[in-house]
């Protein structure tokens, strides 16, 4: 059952009479103008989180002169009903209540059970946790990072943008994260945003002081439960974590996109937006702004990669998801993605399941050891800077050549025990255990320790490589 806290649901007139177009508004934007209305007419597309602001108790609730906002309610329930059902297919059965105001929303959910977002997307796994050990690994290279960062006083930042559902900034731990959001009041309208948070989560868990850039997908007009995001918000958010910050033009906000969501790419003579979302992919990649990670879509060995976008497409680097013994699932067998990673029996990284598996996770590991990769890279640049004695140059050409993705793949390569120049390997197993390893004295002499670690990432070999 779905529980919709209905406001007022008169989806007849303009809400822009200026413009006489018909746009989704939030609440805040109509008491702004017209605190006193004692009418509202509204028209929504459908947003769902344009719909729970206005039934928030901080939506529609403040315009006071509005005194039939749970009768009109009720006399449209019916009529929502139906044409909800018309228009979302997937829908087996429907239950709408009215609740007003002076019922808590929370309270009732409890009460009734409810859950106001999918669970994961992937079936739930069992057995001893490979992605704990993995992590484990190299713990003690991520605590040698921290002390990098503490030593460079935090001004060294390397950015993933996470476009899934939105992350929930008080289930991420680090005090330093921040966000931007259309909800500045947290109400729970905004969602639970369980899949983003445990992206962020694993990202995390690879690279603790990632920055991380959380943007929210339009989840409200597709019928397809395997793609629950509309193509054109994934258009409109990968824009935007890709744009300069205002106050830096030349800089882009991400380094790293993080992309577990996939949609078939077959195209029809009006699907612009594919075709648009696509031109930008290809457009990041040839320009070298991001690197840009993409997950198998698990859906079974009858489905080829390269049908589906992002993960399909040139140059993003492919990820799938890696069995307890570091052998690609079954659902994905006979596909050939670039690189595997832990992804079965994931474990802390989504709140009230125990463990969780997918190429989703594997993608989001991915994203984070990049992160940790570059961040490592943009230290060794910054040590280098401040000693004359070092090699300024290679430090500079060892960045330049790992933000570009083929030369972030190459690192994998070297992390998954495969010859880095190898343009063919796939399946690549990533076990950076002996690569990325410090002994107990690495607080000691960090940059030499910073050397070391970067000589096994980035080693001469691929330096003095010709790169195309």
Known sequence: MAILHLVLLKFKQDVAAATRQRFDIRTDTIVRVSPGAKEVHLYSHGNTAILRSWASKTGIARLKKCYNDERDCREYQEEFENSLLKRC?????????VIPFNVSFRETSKKAGITTANGPENRLGTGHTISGEWIEEFSG??????????????KLKVKVAILDDGVNLDEIEEENQQGD?????????????KHGTAMAKCVRQIYPSAELIIARLDDSRSNDSQHPFTIRSCTQVYITSLSPYPSSPGLNRADIISMRW?????????????????????????ND??????SHPDKGVNHEISRFAPVGLDNVIKICSATDYGAITQENLHTRPDLLLPGENVEGVWNGVPTVRGSSFATAYAAGF????????????IFSEEDVEDDLEASKLALVIVKRH???????????????????????FVRPISELKVDDTFDVDLKKHLRKGVSQIVPQKVLKAKFS
């Open 181 to 193: 959001s259309f909800s500045p009041t947290q109400e729970y309208w905004v969602g639970p945003c």
């Open 289 to 294: 702004k991001a690197n840009l990670f993409g």
């Open 370 to 381: 990049a992160a940790l990769v570059l961040y490592t890279l943009q230290a060794n640049k």
């Open 141 to 154: 290279y991520t605590g040698f990072m921290a002390q990098i960062n503490s030593h460079l006083e935090g």
């Open 406 to 428: 083929q030369g972030m793949r190459k690192v994998f390569r070297i992390l998954a025990k495969k010859d880095a120049e190898d343009i063919t390997a796939r399946n690549c």
């Open 262 to 286: 996939s949609f078939a790419r077959e195209q029809d003579f009006a699907d612009n937006d594919k075709a648009e979302f696509e031109n930008l992919v290809n457009e990041t990649l040839r």
């Open 89 to 97: 297919t997937h829908l087996k059965t429907l239950g709408v209540d």
